[in-house]
C-alpha cells in the first residue's frame, strides 16, 4: 500500500502488464468482445448516418462551414448523445467480461446486461462531465487534459462495480492519485496504437471500398469502420477495468476474485 504524502508511489502501476493483459483477455475472448463492440459501433454508425450523412459519419469527407450549418446543432448532439450511451453501454458489459476472462470464467452477455443496466444512466451523465473537463483540461495542451481525464480513468469501473453512482468521481479520484502520470502514460500508448490502427485500417478500407465501389462498398466501409471502432471500445474498457483491479489491489489489498464478486 502507498503511504499518502509521498511524491511517488512505493508500488508501480505496472502499465506494460495492464497492455499485455489487455490483449490477453481481448484475444481470448474475441468472439464476445468483436460482438459486444461492434454491434455498439454499427448502432452508432446507423443513428450518426442518419444525422449527418454517411461520408461524415464514417470520417470519409471533413464537415466545411456550410455542412456543419446544414446539418444544425441537433444534428450534431443526437449523435453524439446516442454514441455517448452505447460507448457506456459497451464498456459497462466488456469490464464483467474483463472480469471473468481473468478469473478464468464465462458468463452469458445477457448476464452482462443484467448487471450493467442499472449503472448506465450515471455511467452516461460522468462520463459527459469527465468530457467537459478533459476539455477545458486542453486549454492546458495535451499534457493537461490527458492529466486530468488520468483523474477520473476508473469512473465507469467504479459505478459498474462499486455501484457508487454520482460519487464514482470522486473515488476515482482517490484511487488514481499519485499513479495519476503512470495512467496518463498508459493513455498515450493506448492512443497511439489506436490511432496506428486506424490509420492503416482506414488506407486499407478506402481501397477496399475504391475496388468494390457502390452500395457494397459502402456496406464494407460500414462493418469494417465499426469493427475497429468495436475493437477499440472493448480494448480501451479492458485497459480501463485492469487499472481499476490494480489501483484496489495497491492501496487496499483487494484481488481481482473479490473485486468480481459483485457479479456472483
Known sequence: MATAGTDAPKTPLGVGSIISDSFSIMFGNFAKVLLLGFTGAIVGLIVS???LGFDLATGIAEPDAIVSANIGVV????PTLVNMVIYGLVTALIIQLAYDAKLGRSNSIGTYFSAALPAL???IVLSIVVLILTS??????????????AV???TVPVVVIERGGFGSMGRSATLTKEYRWSIAGLLVVVLAMSVIVQIVAGFLIAALAFVVGGLVGQIVIAVSFAGINGIAYA???IAGALTYARLREIKEGVAVDQIAAVFD
Open 152 to 154: 477520473f480513468y476508473v
Open 49 to 51: 448516418a442518419a444525422f
Open 136 to 149: 477545458l483540461g486542453a486549454f492546458a495542451l495535451v499534457i493537461g487534459a490527458l492529466w486530468v481525464y
Open 75 to 78: 444534428g450534431w448532439v443526437v
Open 235 to 237: 480494448f480501451g474498457g
Open 121 to 123: 444512466f450515471p455511467i
